[in-house]
C-alpha cells in the first residue's frame, strides 16, 4: 500500500542493470562526440556528419515533403536542425520537437586581441556565458578560430586541441598573492587579467629594434601556418577552449567528466535518440540551438525566428502553399522537450539546495517544472496535463524520472530555450541530464543519466 503512495526517485543503476554493457558503450562514443565537439561549429558539423550519414537531406535541396522524408537545415554554421516527416497532418495534430544547445561558456578573443607585454605576447579575451573566471587560469587551452581571406576562402584554426602545445593563463603564486586574496569571490580573477600567453621569441631585426618583435614572431608564424594577418584576426571569430579531452571518472567508471557538457549531454543524447527512431506517426524536429548561454539572442539563437521558418518551409513544402495561420495553428498543436541540463545535488555543498526537490545523480533524467529566479521571473511553466502524459510515457517504459528546481528560493537560477518555445506557443517541458560542476570546464554526469535521457527521448519522439 505504502509503494502506492509515495513517489519516490529511484536508482536508474538499478533499473538497466542488464544493460551496464550497452550504457558503457555508449559512453565511449558520447565521449568521441565530445572531442569533436569543442565549439558550436565543431559540434554543428559533428551532428551534420552523423545525419548525413544516415541519409538526411538538406531541406533546400527537397521539393516536397512526404511521409518518411528525412532532412536537415544548417543557419551559418552555428544551429542545426533534423527532422522525420510523419503520416499526421501537421496542421490538425502538430509536431513533435525536442530541443537543445551546443554553446557552452567559455573565453573569446577580443576583436584586436593581440598585444605585446613584457617579453610576452599575449591575447586581450572576453568570456561568453556564466563563467567562474577564475576556473580558466592554470588550465591547458586550446585556441579555434573561423576567419575569411580577402578572396573570401573561409580558413579553420585550431591548434593546441592535441594537448601537446597548447596556450595557458597562469595563476598568481600563492607566495605574492596577498593582495589578490582580499579580492571578492566573483573577482579572484578579473574579466581584464584572463590573457592567455602566446608567445616570447622576438623576431630578429637588422636594425635591433625590439618593440613588439614578439607579437611580429607571432604574426609571422599564424601568417605561414593558416595565410592570415592581423587584419583577418580582427575580422575574424576566436575561442578559447579546454584542450583536454573528455574521460571516465570514478573507481568504477560510472560518470563522465569533460568540457561542454552543458548541454552537449542533451545535444547527443537528442540525436541518438532522433537516430534510433524507428517509426512516427507524428512528424517529428529537433533543433541543436547556439547562443542559449547568452540569452539565446542572434540570428542562430532559439529567439530568432529560425524555428519559425523552418516549420513555415515544412508546411510549405508539405501542402504546396503557405500562409500564417497554418503555421500558428500547427504550433498550437505543437509539444515537445527542452533538454538542458541542471545542477544535481551535490554532497560537498548540502547548504545551497532544496534536496527534495533536486535531482540525485544516476536517478534518471529530471523534470524542471519551471525555470527563472527569485518569485519565477522569466520562467515558463509546464501544463499539469503535459507533464502527467509525459511521465506517464516514463512510468509505463521503467524508465526513472525525478523533479528539480535549480537551487534554494532566492538561492539563484537560470533559464533554458523552454522560454522561446513556450512564446511560440507551444507546450513544452524541460527535461534533461542532471550535471555537476556545471559551467566549469570540466563537468560531471552519469553515464545511467545520458542513457536513460536518450531512452527517454526516443520514447517520446516515437510514442508521445
Ligand atoms: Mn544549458
Ligand atoms: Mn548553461
Redesign the pocket.
Known amino acids: 500500500m505504502k509503494e502506492n503512495l509515495f513517489c519516490k526517485k529511484r536508482n536508474a543503476w538499478k533499473i538497466f542493470k542488464k544493460d551496464e554493457k550497452q550504457i558503457h558503450e555508449m559512453s565511449s562514443d558520447y565521449i568521441k562526440f565530445l572531442d569533436n565537439s569543442k565549439t558550436e561549429r565543431t559540434c554543428v558539423k559533428t551532428i551534420l556528419g552523423f545525419l548525413k550519414k544516415d541519409g538526411y537531406k538538406d531541406i533546400e535541396t527537397i521539393k516536397k515533403l512526404t511521409p518518411g522524408t528525412k532532412f536537415y537545415s544548417v543557419n551559418r554554421g552555428k544551429t542545426i536542425m533534423s527532422g522525420i516527416i510523419g503520416k499526421d497532418d501537421i496542421i490538425k495534430n502538430g509536431l513533435k520537437y525536442i530541443v537543445s ?1 551546443v554553446d557552452v561558456p567559455h573565453l573569446h578573443l577580443k576583436p584586436d586581441p593581440l598585444f605585446e607585454d613584457t617579453g610576452f605576447a599575449m591575447f586581450k579575451t572576453q568570456y561568453y556565458g556564466g563563467v567562474k573566471k577564475h576556473h580558466w587560469i592554470n588550465i591547458p587551452l586550446a585556441l579555434y578560430g573561423t576567419v575569411y581571406l580577402k578572396d573570401g576562402k573561409e580558413v579553420d584554426i585550431r591548434y593546441g586541441d592535441d594537448g601537446k602545445n597548447v596556450l595557458l593563463i597562469p595563476d598568481l603564486a600563492i607566495h605574492i598573492d596577498k593582495d589578490v586574496t582580499t579580492r571578492k569571490y566573483s573577482e579572484i580573477i578579473k574579466g581584464e587579467e584572463l590573457n592567455p600567453i602566446v608567445g616570447s621569441i622576438p623576431v630578429e631585426r637588422k636594425d635591433k629594434n625590439d618593440k613588439d618583435a614578439v607579437k611580429e614572431n607571432i604574426l609571422k608564424i599564424l601568417n605561414e601556418k593558416y595565410n592570415i594577418t592581423e587584419r583577418e584576426i580582427l575580422t575574424g571569430e576566436f575561442q578559447l577552449v579546454p584542450s583536454h579531452k573528455g574521460c571516465e571518472v570514478g573507481l568504477d567508471n560510472s560518470m563522465i567528466g569533460g568540457f561542454g557538457q ?2 552537449r549531454v ?1 545535444a547527443y543524447a537528442s540525436l541518438k535518440a532522433f537516430l534510433n527512431v524507428k517509426k512516427t506517426s507524428k512528424t517529428i524536429v529537433s533543433f541543436w540551438f547556439d547562443r ?2 547568452i540569452g539565446s539572442i542572434g540570428n542562430t539563437g532559439a529567439e530568432s525566428i529560425y524555428f519559425e521558418y523552418i516549420i513555415g518551409l515544412m508546411i510549405e513544402k508539405i501542402y504546396g502553399n503557405y500562409n500564417e495561420l497554418m503555421l500558428k495553428r500547427t504550433l498550437e498543436k505543437t509539444c515537445g522537450i527542452s533538454a ?2 541542471s545542477p544535481a545535488f551535490d554532497p560537498n555543498f548540502k547548504g545551497s539546495y532544496d534536496k527534495q526537490n533536486t535531482a540525485i545523480f544516476g536517478h534518471g533524467p529530471l523534470f524542471h517544472k519551471y525555470s527563472g529566479s527569485k518569485g519565477k521571473s522569466y520562467s515558463n511553466e509546464v501544463s499539469p496535463k503535459f507533464l502527467s502524459e509525459m511521465t506517464n510515457l516514463f512510468d509505463n517504459n521503467n524508465i526513472p524520472w525525478q523533479m528539480q528546481t535549480m537551487g534554494k528560493v532566492d538561492g539563484g537560477g537560470g533559464g ?1 530555450i523552454a522560454n522561446c518555445l513556450c512564446n511560440l506557443n507551444t507546450e513544452v517541458v524541460d527535461s ?1 541530464v542532471p550535471i555537476l560542476g556545471l559551467h566549469s570546464p570540466f563537468e560531471l554526469v552519469s553515464k545511467v543519466d545520458l542513457f536513460a535521457t536518450t531512452k527517454a527521448y526516443q520514447l517520446f519522439l516515437e510514442e508521445f
Do not use: I, K
Request: charged fraction near 50%; include cysteine.
Open positions: 544547445h552543458d548541454d542533451c542559449e548561454e538542458d541540463v533554458t534533461g
